[in-house]
């Protein structure tokens, strides 16, 4: 089945720092991938849906200029959490659709990155 | 913002009983997907609904999409210790191109 990759799987980072997660559909293009966060026993919340060549789209209290989202080819995003705080450690995964596949066709899932600010 | 509300959140039950959780909008949606997610890893697809009141088995699970297409619901028969996890229905509103998850409903089988 298709393949998407996240990078870095774990990552722990000073209070401060900025911290990029890389997202690659692996054999198929994604026109849109889609980031969220999850704290432990919790659902998903969307963060911001990430078009291939315009800008993201962010959900309702979502900061954009501290969630960076770059899509800037068919099978690569990236979140950088900038100027990191202990509150934005969390478990942060991305998911991506075949661009053939339309609207009803399956989510691939990252393995997600964990990220611990200190 | 989460568009589906689940429920129970929360669900403990012993190995052999049936259980349903429920997935509610008041967004209408093109089609509902159910995922199962273990701790540390990416939820896992289990089925698509498309279409109003259609109905999916899998094993023992029962997947039915409401009329409306606005609810689902997923009923699991005779539950066994592996079904435990976090179960998750999503979707894209027919207002946009988001993909949302439920509020999740964490489910424990105890043998």
């Known amino acids: 089945g298709a393949v998407v990759s996240q990078h870095p799987s774990w990552v722990i980072c000073k209070s401060g720092t900025s911290v990029k997660i890389e997202c690659r559909s692996l054999?198929?293009?994604?026109?849109?991938m889609f980031w969220y966060r999850q704290f432990p026993k919790q659902s998903l919340m969307l963060m911001a849906t990430s078009n291939e060549g315009s800008k993201a789209t962010y959900e309702q209290g979502v900061e954009k200029d501290k969630f960076l989202i770059n899509h800037a080819s068919l099978t690569l995003s990236t979140l950088t959490v900038t100027s990191a705080h202990p509150e934005d450690s969390s478990f942060y995964i991305c998911s991506a659709r075949d661009r053939l596949a339309g609207n009803t066709g399956e989510l691939f899932f990252g393995e997600g990155s964990r990220l611990t600010v200190l | 913002t989460q568009l589906l509300e689940q429920s129970p959140q929360f669900l403990s039950i012993q190995e052999g009983e049936n259980l349903t959780v429920y997935c509610n909008s008041s967004?209408?949606?093109?089609?509902l997907q159910w995922y199962r997610q273990e701790p540390g890893e990416g939820p896992v697809l289990l089925v698509t609904?498309?279409?109003?009141?259609e109905v999916k088995k899998l094993k023992r699970l029962t997947f039915q999409f409401g009329d409306a297409r606005k609810d689902s619901s997923l009923h699991i028969t005779a539950a066994q210790p592996g079904d435990t996890g976090l179960y998750l229905c999503a979707g894209e509103p027919n207002t946009g191109n988001q993909f949302y998850f439920g509020t999740g409903t964490s489910l424990t089988v105890i043998p």
């Open positions: 609904v498309v279409t109003g009141g």
């Open positions: 054999d198929f293009q994604a026109t849109t």
């Open positions: 967004s209408v949606f093109s089609s």
